[in-house]
């Protein structure tokens, strides 16, 4: 019997699915570390779990290597020790080597967690990716817009989901934040350039370090500018086909991918990649640059997307690749792409326009859906506040009624 432990700090709808897709494999006993008590997880969950540790601090090293021991006394020796949160990616390498598990190591760990160590490496691999600097004082920020110029991108440097991610377009700007949260050697932050181009994703199963499989989805609009305006409503598109890029693009962007997490040190799991198709016409070579990546599942419900697109359960087949180390997966027979619905303004929901207009356009294309309701509070992420899955055979059916639900659906709030 196969033993496994899940650490989710926070038991949250998307790593519930991934709690009940790795107890749901047989011969799989599961222990469950979080700081969420137990009965917060759904009952069909809850009873297929073997063990459960409750911490008081999900990303610390010293209290999850106990609570991983405790879950070895209670459940016999483990084979894997698992984690879908970014920010739980090092905590687990560290626990890892502690205890002498397999998986993917500190180091590895630290080469996708750290954005400033991340791009070092791939300039070293030769990847080109955008200029940084790590700043630790106002003067490291003002050399650098000296050398790239304006706009500029402000994150933290172990940063997730864009969150604290702004952009600065002069230097007046690039001054006001600062002042804001100075930047110093104990707690710097990244700058980086701002690529202009349409941003995308792509995603790999990689199994001993081989890739085995890629997908890549398109962001309408950037994930950035969406962050900067809360009324904008945007989307992810899921081609059917990887003929919507370019040919020359396309191959780069495998090539370029591939070549990152040979890196950065990529073992078995599904890793998620940020990047940008320059404006132009240049070469592929000069047009495809990486942003960001993460040794982990995408965000934003791409999983959600997959599971569509290929008619499977894509959270299962996650489990079985780093629990057995397998995958298989049949040719995908549909585009499909999320429509996320977006507050104006903070404050409270009072009333959600165009959802008849919708329907009667759409609604025979929708196989998800999870809309904003009257009273509720405007959220706060780039999620926003519902979504809409769309699915069809022929992807610009599929870009088409995205364009369309962000277009007639609006969040009105007080």
Same mark, same amino acid.
């Given at each position: ?12 709808? #998307? #790593? ?5 897709? @790795? !107890? ?41 290597? $106990?609570?991983?021991?405790?879950? $070895? +006394? ?18 687990? !390498? +560290? ?57 500029? @991108?402000?994150?933290?440097? !172990?940063?997730? /989901? ?8 002069? $230097? ?6 600062? +002042? ?5 050697? %104990? ?29 890549? #989805? ?27 890029? %370019?040919?020359?693009? *396309? ?16 073992? #078995?799991?599904?890793?998620?990649? $940020? ?7 240049? +070469? ?14 995408? /965000? ?19 489990? %079985? ?12 027979? *549909? ?17 959600? =326009? /165009? ?7 759409? /609604? ?17 992420? *780039? ?16 870009? =088409? ?14």
């Amino acid at each position: 019997m196969t033993h496994v432990v899940f650490v989710a700090p926070y038991l949250l709808e #998307t #790593t519930v699915r991934f709690i009940g897709a @790795v !107890a749901a494999l047989p011969g799989v006993r599961t222990s469950l570390i979080s700081e969420d008590p137990i009965e917060k997880l759904d009952a069909r969950v809850r009873h297929r779990l073997s063990h459960h540790v409750r911490v008081r601090r999900g990303l610390d090293i010293d209290d999850l290597a $106990e609570a991983t021991r405790r879950c $070895e +006394a209670a459940c016999g020796p483990i084979h894997r020790l698992l984690g879908t949160l970014e920010q739980l990616q090092v905590p687990l !390498a +560290a626990v890892r080597e502690r205890l002498g598990l397999p998986g993917l190591g500190v180091e590895a760990a630290l080469n996708f967690r750290d954005k400033a160590r991340m791009k070092q490496v791939m300039r070293d691999a030769g990847i080109l990716c955008a200029r940084t600097r790590l700043l630790g004082c106002v003067e490291d920020a003002l050399e650098f817009a000296a050398l790239v110029g304006f706009p500029l @991108v402000l994150k933290p440097p !172990a940063g997730a /989901g864009a969150i604290a991610t702004y952009q600065v377009r002069d $230097e007046a700007a690039l001054r006001r934040a600062l +002042a804001q949260a100075p930047p110093s050697a %104990e707690h710097p932050i990244l700058c980086e350039e701002l690529i202009s181009g349409q941003e995308y994703s792509f995603d790999v199963v990689s199994v001993d370090g081989v890739p085995m499989w890629h997908s890549f #989805t398109h962001y309408l609009p950037s994930p950035m500018r969406v962050l900067e305006n809360r009324w904008i409503q945007w989307t992810v598109l899921l081609p059917r086909e990887p003929t919507y890029l %370019e040919p020359a693009i *396309y191959s780069q962007v495998c090539e370029v991918g591939y070549a990152a997490l040979a890196a950065l040190g990529m073992q #078995t799991g599904l890793s998620h990649m $940020e990047w940008f198709c320059r404006d132009g016409d240049g +070469a592929p070579e000069s047009r495809v640059l990486f942003s960001e990546i993460g040794a982990r599942p995408p /965000g934003a419900r791409i999983m959600n997307l997959l599971s569509t697109a290929h008619d499977t359960d894509f959270f299962r087949l996650w489990a %079985e690749l780093v629990v057995n180390d397998r995958f298989h997966l049949a040719e995908r027979g *549909y585009a499909t792409g999320a429509a996320y619905f977006r507050a104006k303004g903070p404050g409270r929901i009072v009333r959600v =326009d /165009g959802l008849g207009a919708a329907q009667q356009a759409f /609604g025979h294309l929708v196989v998800e859906s999870q809309l904003p309701e009257v009273g509720q509070l405007a959220a706060t992420s *780039y999620e926003g506040d519902g979504y809409v899955i769309v699915r069809h055979p022929d992807t610009a059916v599929v870009r =088409d009624a995205l364009a369309g639900l962000v277009s007639l659906v609006q969040v009105e709030v007080v």
